[in-house]
């Protein structure tokens, strides 16, 4: 967070942040513009849409039927003609009704089309578990989205970087999918971890896509982590703290594209690397950084550990998804593994 | 509690008109003890029943003590937290 430079009073809570950036960008740009399931009137289930109806109305802050391959095909076609939608899943989970439009026009069509069009939207997506909302609501599935060429994808982890990461979404001439952890977001009913909640410059900033932020400094092992699990990794660091191990924590912020080279100095430096993630265990981010390193590094290893969903659907019961999501004593039990 | 005249106090100036419920909870703070804030900025954001509302400064000034932290309950009136005016 060194690219703070003036001093703030305020701090702000990730939903916060992300309406202050809409904002700003809808202010300062008539083709912005946002829908989806309950954007309007009601602020966004998880408050990413909190204040916008009342500032911009109907027109631009669009309620929509609920069928997401329609309105999100629409935000595709409106980009495509030189507006800046944004389009809201209400939960990632939700992506599958929408995936032809997601996966093959989003996606393709600047490719498609030979370079004649482009598609400057970004889709939101609420993502996350950890308050027993069962199997089909409570998914991250970054490495869903984080696999298919065309896409650019973001996970911020606190205010500062929802902020900086949305301004930079919204101005990309790409697609971006902006996943944002509904645990982080700062909801009364859904309480977040103490961190989220930062300081935030009343000015407008970007945070370019492709970097990672190392959160905390350390020695013996890289913990490379995003979202909801960067607070898991920063408790568990200061835990470890206490045994004598000093551990390094870096946040992706974009997985798309991926700040290897971030990954790759800590790791030559710690020799040891952890991945942690709230998505399903095979095929996902836990592997992609763990082939990157070994790709650009291998010699640098000695040893790696991953922490993430095992292969089954999340749990509705409370107990069984506190066990299946990885927490602060798995990521210290991984850490120790290295050690 | 020295009853220091320049001391005023921040509570929530309009209790939703449709809640039945006295009691809120404190859910963010936005602002430190220390923090210079002017009139009318958000300084906290409580929940009463299951509506949000925002806590704005009544003064420009310093937040000098908050009273009710995150998560702390409180009733219509009660004194959430102290400025002191610039």
Same mark, same amino acid.
């Given at each position: ?7 703030v009073?305020?701090?702000?809570? +990730?939903?916060?942040? +992300? ?6 960008? &809808? ?17 966004g ?5 909190e204040?916008?109806?009342? =500032? ?26 030189? +507006?800046?939608?944004i389009?809201e899943?209400?939960?990632?989970d939700f992506?599958?009704v ?23 939207m ?28 065309? &896409? ?13 990461? &949305? ?5 990309? /001439? /790409?697609?971006?999918v ?39 400094e ?16 920063? @408790? ?11 551990? %390094? ?8 594209p991926?700040?290897?080279d ?7 430096? !710690? ?16 592997? %992609? ?8 590094a ?6 790696? @550990? ?5 292969d ?10 506190? @066990? ?5 004593? /798995?990521?210290?039990?991984?850490? @120790?593994?290295?050690? | ?9 921040? !509570?929530?100036?309009?209790?939703p ?20 804030v002017?009139?009318s ?23 000098? =003590? ?6 702390? %309950?409180?009733e ?7 400025? %002191?005016?610039?």
């Amino acid at each position: 967070m060194s690219q703070q430079t003036q001093r703030v009073e305020r701090e702000l809570t +990730m939903s916060r942040a +992300m309406v202050e950036a809409i904002a700003t960008e &809808m202010r300062d740009d008539d083709e912005v513009f946002y829908m989806g399931e309950d954007v309007a009137d009601y602020g966004g289930i998880f408050d990413s849409t909190e204040g916008l109806r009342e =500032e911009f109305g109907y027109d631009r802050v669009m309620d929509v039927p609920i069928s997401e391959t329609a309105y999100i095909g629409a935000a595709v076609g409106a980009a495509q003609l030189g +507006m800046r939608p944004i389009a809201e899943l209400m939960f990632v989970d939700f992506f599958g009704v929408a995936m032809d439009q997601i996966y093959n026009q989003l996606a393709k069509n600047t490719y498609m089309s030979g370079g004649n069009v482009s598609v400057p939207m970004v889709l939101t997506a609420a993502v996350g578990g950890t308050y027993n909302d069962a199997a089909q609501h409570s998914q991250t599935l970054y490495g869903t989205f984080a696999h298919v060429p065309g &896409m650019k994808v973001v996970v911020p982890s606190t205010a500062y970087e929802a902020k900086g990461l &949305m301004h930079n979404a919204i101005r990309d /001439d /790409d697609p971006v999918v902006y996943m944002f952890h509904k645990r982080l977001m700062g909801i009364g009913w859904l309480p977040a971890p103490d961190g989220p909640k930062t300081p935030v410059p009343e000015t407008d900033y970007t945070i370019p896509f492709g970097s990672a932020d190392v959160k905390r400094e350390g020695d013996d092992v890289t913990v490379v982590t995003l979202g909801l699990h960067v607070h898991r990794a920063l @408790e568990a660091a200061e835990n470890l703290a206490d045994g004598g191990v000093s551990a %390094e924590v870096v946040d992706l912020r974009s997985l798309v594209p991926l700040d290897t080279d971030t990954i790759v100095e800590s790791v030559e430096k !710690t020799g040891n690397l952890v991945v942690v993630d709230e998505d399903y265990r095979s095929f996902g981010v836990t592997g %992609e950084v763990v082939a990157s390193v070994a790709d650009e590094a291998l010699g640098a290893l000695d040893s790696v @550990e991953r922490v993430a969903v095992p292969d089954v659907p999340i749990p509705y019961s409370r107990p069984l998804e506190n @066990e299946v999501v990885p927490d602060v004593d /798995d990521i210290e039990a991984a850490v @120790e593994r290295t050690q | 509690m020295s009853g220091d005249d320049d001391r005023v106090a921040v !509570t929530l100036a309009e209790w939703p008109d449709d809640a039945d419920s006295d009691e809120g909870v404190v859910v963010n703070w936005f602002v430190r003890e220390g923090a210079t804030v002017e009139a009318s900025q958000s300084l906290c954001e409580v929940q009463i029943e299951k509506v949000s509302v925002d806590v704005l400064a009544p003064v420009d000034g310093t937040l000098v =003590e908050v009273v009710r932290g995150e998560d702390d %309950e409180f009733e219509r009136g009660d004194t959430l937290a102290w400025m %002191e005016e610039e």
